[in-house]
C-alpha cells in the first residue's frame, strides 16, 4: 500500500521548458489536489479535483495546468516553466468531497527552474 | 483572499514543558480545522482534527477551537526533541473542497 506516488522527486529545468509532475493515489480517494510550498509562503494550492472528471482553480493556478486522468492519477504540467515555479509540490489527496477528511500527502517533488 | 495567520516563530521550549500553537483565520463560513506537523524536508501528516467549540485531546496533544474567536490552537504536553518540527494549521476554504494552510510555527524543544 503505498499511499501517494509522486514522480520525479527531484527536476531541474530551464526556463521555457515544459514538464509534468506525475500523482497516483491506491487508496481510491475521491478529491486530489496539488499543492506548492515555499519558504515562509507556507503550502498555497494550486489545482484541485473533487471527483474524477472534475477540477478547480485554488490559489495559485497560473502557469499551470491539470488533468484528472482517472480516480487514481491526477498530474499538474508546467507549459513554460519559470524561475518563480521554483518550489516543492505536493500532491495529496482525501476520501472526503468536502474538506473535512485527512489530507495525505506524496513526498514532494522538488522542482528547480534556472 | 481567505487567510490562516500562523506566528512563524521559532517557539523555543525545553524538554517536559508545555508547548503552545495558535492559529487565526478569516472565514467564519470554515467548519473543519485541522493540525498538520511536517518534519524538515518531509510532507504534512495529520496530527489532530476538531470540528466543534472547545476542547480536543489526543495523548499528549490537545486542540482547542473558538468560532466566535475565530481562533484554534494545539497544545503538546510534555514536549520531546522528536515533537521538533514545523505544525501547519489547515481550515476548510469557502469551496469546500480543499483546505488553506498557515505558514506554520516552527518547534523546536531543547534537552
Known amino acids: 500500500n503505498a499511499g501517494v506516488t509522486q514522480t520525479p522527486k527531484f527536476q531541474v529545468l530551464k526556463t521555457g521548458q515544459s514538464m509534468t509532475l506525475q500523482c497516483a493515489q491506491d487508496?481510491?480517494?475521491?478529491?486530489m489536489y496539488w499543492y506548492r510550498q515555499d519558504p515562509g509562503m507556507g503550502l498555497r494550492l494550486i489545482y484541485y479535483?473533487?471527483?474524477?472528471?472534475?477540477?478547480d482553480k485554488g490559489e495559485v493556478p497560473n502557469g499551470y495546468n491539470v488533468s484528472r486522468l482517472n480516480k487514481r492519477e491526477f498530474s499538474l504540467r508546467l507549459e513554460s516553466a519559470a524561475p518563480s515555479q521554483t518550489s516543492v509540490y505536493f500532491c495529496?489527496?482525501?476520501?472526503?468531497?468536502?474538506?473535512?477528511?485527512?489530507?495525505?500527502f506524496g513526498e514532494g517533488s522538488r522542482l528547480t527552474v534556472l | 483572499q481567505k487567510e490562516v495567520e500562523q506566528n512563524s516563530g521559532p517557539l523555543s521550549v525545553p524538554e517536559g514543558a508545555i508547548a503552545s500553537l495558535n492559529c487565526t483565520y478569516s472565514?467564519?463560513?470554515?467548519?473543519?480545522f485541522f493540525w498538520y506537523r511536517q518534519y524538515s524536508g518531509k510532507s504534512p501528516e495529520l496530527i489532530m482534527f476538531?470540528?466543534?467549540?472547545g476542547d480536543k485531546e489526543d495523548g499528549r496533544f490537545t486542540a482547542q477551537l473558538n468560532k466566535a474567536s475565530q481562533y484554534v490552537s494545539l497544545l503538546i504536553r510534555d514536549s520531546q526533541p522528536s515533537d521538533s518540527a514545523t505544525y501547519l494549521c489547515?481550515?476548510?476554504?469557502?469551496?469546500?473542497?480543499?483546505?488553506?494552510f498557515g505558514k506554520g510555527t516552527s518547534l523546536l524543544v531543547t534537552p
Open positions: 495529496a489527496s482525501s476520501s472526503s468531497l468536502y474538506g473535512t477528511g485527512e489530507l495525505f
Open positions: 487508496m481510491n480517494h475521491n478529491s
Open positions: 479535483s473533487a471527483s474524477e472528471g472534475t477540477t
Open positions: 472565514d467564519r463560513g470554515s467548519q473543519s
Open positions: 476538531i470540528y466543534s467549540n
Open positions: 489547515a481550515v476548510t476554504s469557502n469551496s469546500g473542497y480543499a483546505l488553506n
